[in-house]
């Protein structure tokens, strides 16, 4: 059976994060059924509690140099762990795994990351010099592959794949309307039937403050011509709901708040029950259209243009210039044509989960070309 480790953003309460986890590890068991996998991660007792895998802790370089150690194949990502416009610090640790992993003579792969930007000569340096060590890289959109191309990258192959959570099966979630959320620690919140509910995903971004006024102007009208409410969606707790603070209070009893985080499942439960999502989390954005709701998106990084380009929409704007008129036009416009959305973008989502899946194909081959025979018998 085969041993994996996986390092990515994991521990810190970021559903798209824990959302592309649970979508590889599902799919590394459904290849391998008795695979072992280790998770690198913040809050390692946490992170093996909702996984059902082994975990250690990001800062515990023994346990990380164990387990890596053991393993037949390092897995970085997915997601945009090689970037330095967060953190020069985190790009630094996720090579530092990698370079760890050659080191120890391991397989290394990025699994469908998103590449950039990184804008410090340190950091382009620091990732041509590892991501040439590694054995394969896949990544989520276009604009990763060509940013490899200008780092320098060349030894490695380099495949185009998608975002994991796209793997999921399209609109194969529960519908939560008219209901509350999730089975554990009780009701988060309730969506009542009988009025629209638009979702809107924020998060902390610095330069982003007016934004919340543009919002609480096209939600207004929203509410106002459809006797609607808005439900906040918060991919990150509690600092989404903290971002989302002056829409809550201008919008007061019209928006629906959950009252502790929610699970991987009970985010797509909901989401798949609303009208329409406004997001600035790309994640949010992917799970909409996944469940067939009409999506608005605000850009904060290229990720987000990319996947709306994938699936022939156009961003709303950016998140430091955002224009009122735009943002209620566009939000008018996708919940009126909501019922037709799923029949435009359907086919290009089924393409992307297939591109999703290829992410897993091209882990067991280069699992099976480290050992002749391979593990599907065992």
Request: with cysteine.
């Amino acid at each position: 059976m085969p041993k994996l480790v996986i390092t990515g953003y994991y521990g810190r309460d970021n559903l798209g994060d824990e959302a592309m986890l649970a979508a590889m590890a599902a799919g590394f068991r459904r290849l391998w059924p008795d695979c072992r996998l280790t998770v690198i991660s913040a809050n390692p007792a946490r992170t093996a509690e909702l996984h059902r895998v082994k975990a250690a802790g990001r800062t515990d370089l023994a346990g990380i140099i164990r387990a890596i150690r053991a393993c037949d194949l390092l897995v970085v990502g997915g997601g945009s762990l090689l970037q330095d416009v967060t953190s020069l610090r985190n790009l630094v640790y996720y090579l530092g795994i990698c370079l760890l992993g050659k080191l120890l003579g391991k397989k290394a792969m990025l699994y469908a990351n998103g590449i950039g930007p990184i804008y410090s000569p340190l950091g382009r340096i620091l990732t041509r010099l590892v991501l040439d060590r590694v054995d394969l890289i896949t990544v989520r959109d276009a604009e990763s592959q060509a940013e490899l191309s200008r780092l320098g990258v060349s030894r490695p192959k380099v495949v185009l794949t998608a975002d994991p959570v796209l793997g999921l099966a399209a609109r194969q979630v529960p519908d939560a309307r008219g209901a509350g959320s999730g089975s554990t620690g009780g009701p988060a919140l309730y969506i009542p039937d009988g009025h629209p509910v638009i979702g809107i995903s924020l998060r902390p971004w610095k330069g982003a403050e007016g934004l919340q006024d543009a919002l609480i102007r096209a939600c207004q009208e929203f509410i106002a011509k459809s006797g609607g409410r808005v439900l906040i969606l918060p991919m990150q707790w509690p600092v989404d709901i903290e971002a989302a603070g002056r829409l809550i209070r201008a919008l007061g009893p019209k928006v629906i708040v959950p009252e502790r985080p929610l699970g991987v499942e009970e985010m797509l439960s909901l989401i798949a029950g609303l009208d329409l999502v406004v997001a600035v989390r790309f994640h949010a954005l992917v799970m909409a259209a996944l469940g067939g709701v009409p999506v608005v998106g605000l850009t904060y990084d290229p990720k987000v243009d990319n996947f709306l380009n994938s699936i022939g929409l156009r961003s709303a704007g950016s998140v430091d210039r955002p224009d009122h008129e735009v943002l209620a036009r566009e939000m008018r416009a996708a919940f009126e044509g909501r019922r037709h959305f799923y029949d435009g973008v359907s086919g290009e989502l089924e393409r992307q989960r297939q591109a999703a899946l290829d992410n897993l194909r091209l882990a067991a081959e280069l699992l099976d070309r480290a050992r002749p025979g391979g593990y599907a018998n065992e």
